[in-house]
């Protein structure tokens, strides 16, 4: 089966280091996406990783680790503006990319 | 603006009725996803073509179909609407059908069945 978990929720403060886990489980897996989505707007590419490790691109990184099935997604300096869900797709054997749920980040000044 | 055009914005119809999608992919990309996205449901992908071809199909119902076009843009036909159709419907587009590229999002199209 496919299966990708995120917490539902999270606040953090303004300036603040908040860090979104993802787990899954999928038939065969082709890399990790992260994307942003501000409330009734389309989804915005974040990061990708296929390899084992950490990419960093500005305030934002992305985690991966292909053993353990776990990937997070890391924002530093927090803005009000990143307040979005952020999701976790995984690129599956079948060529399909299979969305979690998403966390709810708020961000409080 | 991630380059691609989905029209029309926003749809209201009643049950039974058929409605058409459209997307135009950013220019150069190949392929193009649907998908469907409800409250209760995230982000599900109905299909996937590239370059004119079916390549990949997800939870898509028999009432749906699709196609791409030989300028590449997509089609999304949606027919005997229920209640539940009801969602926020995106377009999506890569360089090439592969998924080591990043998708880019259309602004979708959202459906409201009365």
Redesign the interface.
């Known amino acids: 089966g496919q299966n990708i978990d995120q917490p539902t929720e999270m606040t953090a403060t303004e300036g603040a280091i908040v860090q979104i886990n993802c787990t899954y489980q999928t038939s065969g897996f082709?890399?990790l996406?992260w994307y942003q989505q501000h409330a009734?707007?389309?989804?915005?590419?974040l990061s990708?990783n296929?390899l084992d490790g950490l990419e960093e691109k500005g305030r934002f990184s992305s985690f991966l680790s292909r053993s353990k099935g776990y990937s997070y997604l890391l924002l530093k300096e927090l803005q009000m503006k990143d307040s979005a869900s952020y999701?976790c797709?995984v690129?599956n054997q079948?060529?399909?990319?299979?969305?979690?749920?998403?966390t709810e980040l708020s961000v409080k000044p | 603006d991630s380059g691609v055009t989905q029209t029309p914005k926003h749809l209201i119809t009643a049950t039974g009725q058929r409605v058409t999608l459209r997307c135009s992919p950013r220019s150069g990309d190949l392929s193009v996803y649907w998908y469907q996205q409800s409250l209760d449901q995230g982000l599900q992908f109905l299909i996937q073509y590239y370059n004119g071809e079916e390549r990949a199909k997800g939870n898509i119902l028999e009432r749906f179909s699709a196609q791409q076009f030989p300028d590449l843009h997509s089609e999304l036909n949606l027919s005997s609407l229920e209640l539940g159709d009801s969602a926020l419907y995106f377009c999506a587009s890569s360089v090439d059908g592969g998924g080591n590229q990043p998708q880019h999002f259309g602004d979708g199209t959202r459906l409201s069945i009365l």
């Open positions: 082709n890399g996406f009734g707007e389309a989804p915005t590419f990708y296929v999701l797709a690129h079948g060529g399909k990319l299979i969305f979690g749920q998403g």
